[in-house]
């Protein structure tokens, strides 16, 4: 079978000091991209200069104000012309050379399946909660889900992330593409192609380090945006809920830091708990005040 043309979209703000790294990672690739794109929020460090390093790569340049997670994405998409378009985030470290290869590999194997996304692994400076977390979210089980699977999977059956993920460009065109928003662009669209007949997968075999630990302000603040798009596209996203996930993740998170005899950490898994849920309450909040006018 031919190797399909991969494209790579990666967004960058100041980015000097990871960006010469993940390039030179993603050129070792056993799949190798047919084009790489950069698409620089005007960076006032050397970002530019350690893109161009790498004379197979594009670099595009847009105004900082301008950058929307949505619209920036699929700007960028229409740039390219990869059968299958692929996202990273800057701060996203492949694990392993085979990286895109098995990231791709179910749009590949199954017509159906428009998105893959991988697993996001904790960086060596994550904090304990932190790594719990990405546990949590990211297992280490594949899944691929479709409409009938809402009734199982919930709010996670249009479980998807830039950070690291692959589009089939010609289901991603037919469906309108990313919606103008500032955040879970992927979810979004990951309702759009399941809405649509097609599916969803998840490929724990493709691997990358990233993780934050955001402080409590941080995670309120993430958390507000991330409710006011789940509050106002409630109904793309088919009514399904998140919080009996929530629920889960807490619980989880907490027992186990309880078993290992983390009690600071336990304390501070609580306090970005309740920054995660006052933030996302805060959100629905305004969106609903605005839906409202």
Wanted: proline share 4%.
């Amino acid at each position: 079978m031919c190797q399909p043309t991969i494209s790579v979209i990666i967004p960058t703000l100041n980015a000097e000091n990871e960006i010469d790294q993940l390039l030179s990672l993603l050129e070792r690739q056993t799949l190798t991209p047919s084009e790489i794109l950069v698409v620089d929020s005007s960076s006032d460090d050397n970002t530019a200069a350690e893109v161009k390093k790498h004379p197979s790569t594009s670099l595009m340049v847009i105004d900082r104000s301008s950058f929307n997670h949505g619209g920036t994405r699929d700007l960028a998409f229409r740039k390219t012309t990869g059968e299958i378009v692929c996202f990273l985030t800057q701060d996203a470290i492949p694990e392993n050379s085979d990286y895109l290869e098995k990231l791709v590999r179910p749009i590949l194997d199954n017509p159906e399946v428009a998105l893959s996304s991988g697993r996001q692994l904790p960086k060596s400076d994550a904090r304990r909660f932190e790594q719990l977390v990405r546990s949590f979210n990211y297992p280490d089980y594949a899944s691929v889900r479709g409409k009938e699977d809402l009734s199982i999977y919930g709010i996670k059956t249009f479980f998807a992330s830039d950070v690291c993920s692959a589009y089939r460009r010609r289901a991603y065109i037919a469906c309108g593409g990313f919606p103008q928003v500032v955040t879970n662009e992927d979810m979004l669209m990951a309702a759009r192609f399941i809405d649509n007949g097609y599916k969803v997968a998840y490929v724990p075999a493709a691997t990358v380090f990233h993780s934050h630990n955001l402080k409590p302000s941080q995670q309120y603040e993430r958390n507000k945006a991330i409710g006011s798009i789940l509050e106002s596209h409630s109904d793309e996203l088919m009514g399904a809920s998140e919080i009996g996930e929530g629920g889960k993740l807490v619980k989880a998170v907490s027992a186990q830091l309880l078993r290992e005899g983390r009690v600071g950490e336990f304390f501070l898994f609580g306090i970005d708990c309740a920054a995660r849920f006052l933030g996302n309450r805060a959100g629905r909040a305004e969106a609903r005040k605005v839906m409202k006018k």
